[in-house]
């Protein structure tokens, strides 16, 4: 099997394992809540209502377009893919087809699939001269699975 171009990126760090999941989630939690009691008192801006288009037709998604999609989208590969993305990317001609057809049933319906709604969160140093002890220098960064990145 070819797929030397396709790497998961490993996106923790040894710094990171010095904090627990429950430390950066209780941190990340405790500054959006500062953040938004700074703002409290802040008046709500008056945006004026207006009127904007809605996507009422569209050109469904063809096998050949979701085939090019595959074939150009970065090889990375997030814990909640089923599959190796270099596998889905050799798979292309089988899976394109079926792909086209979700794709397009999830525009005409609405519908996004549920588990394409799912997002690993992880902290990354904001730069890589900060020091990795304080919390206050990682931001969380969310990793989307292949196809609800493709769709």
């Known amino acids: 099997m070819k797929h030397s171009s396709c790497s998961f990126r490993e996106t923790r760090s040894e710094d ?6 429950d430390e950066f989630a209780a941190f990340f939690r405790d500054t959006v809540a ?10 709500l801006n008056d945006v004026p ?3 904007t288009p809605t996507l009422e037709l569209f050109a469904p998604v063809t096998v050949k377009e979701v085939d090019r999609l595959i074939v150009s989208a970065s090889c990375k590969t ?4 089923p599959v190796p993305t270099w596998l889905v990317k050799e798979m292309r001609p ?4 079926f792909l086209s057809l979700l794709f397009n049933k999830s525009l005409t ?5 549920t ?3 799912n997002a690993v969160v992880c902290p990354l140093l904001k730069n890589e001269w900060l020091g990795a002890s304080q919390l206050k220098n990682y931001r969380p960064v969310s990793n989307l699975s ?3 990145k493709l769709l």
Request: proline residues 8%; neutral net charge; contains cysteine.
């Open 16 to 21: 990171i394992d010095a904090h627990t999941a």
């Open 34 to 43: 500062s953040v938004r009691a700074a703002c409290a008192s802040t008046p």
């Open 49 to 51: 209502y207006r009127t």
């Open 78 to 81: 997030c814990q909640l893919d």
């Open 94 to 97: 089988l899976i394109s087809p």
């Open 109 to 113: 319906s609405g519908l996004f699939p």
């Open 115 to 117: 588990d394409f709604k």
């Open 146 to 148: 292949f196809l609800s």
